[in-house]
């Protein structure tokens, strides 16, 4: 019975999520002072480094490849932990990570919080980044 009703729970679960919409006008609502701020902090930064452009959008890219753009290439070290910025792939292939953290710091304070994930701080970054 109880196998039964995980099952029941599961596509319950499958249908809502095959209902659910990504919308570019996510952050309207829930922060609209989001993609603003973004967009403010990648022209800081290519205005200091014009290189930082391709490298964020570099960034980008390697977030997404493996497991989907979910910001675990801006994981740090931590223990045991190895993170991917100093995993050996990256390691000196990979630079733009303090831009996308003030970028993060920024979001977070006009925020009120942190509501704006990681991976869509970083893609929203890697779009301004080729848009400048």
């Not at 973004?38 to 200091?48: D, K, P, S």
């Amino acid at each position: 019975m109880a196998s039964v009703l995980t099952h029941a729970v599961a596509l319950v679960a499958l249908a809502a999520l095959a209902n659910a919409h990504l919308s570019p006008y996510f952050y309207d609502n829930v922060c609209p002072q989001a993609l603003p701020t973004i967009r403010n902090g990648v022209r800081a930064a290519l205005r200091r480094e014009a290189r930082l452009g391709p490298s964020i959008l570099r960034l980008s890219f390697h977030d997404c490849f493996v497991n989907g753009c979910d910001g675990s290439v801006l994981l740090d070290d931590n223990g045991s932990f190895v993170g991917e910025k100093t995993a050996f792939p990256n390691v000196n292939s990979l630079r733009g990570f303090e831009v996308i953290d003030d970028i993060k710091e920024a979001v977070n304070q006009v925020c009120n919080g942190n509501v704006v994930s990681c991976a869509d701080i970083l893609v929203a970054a890697a779009r301004d980044s080729v848009v400048e």
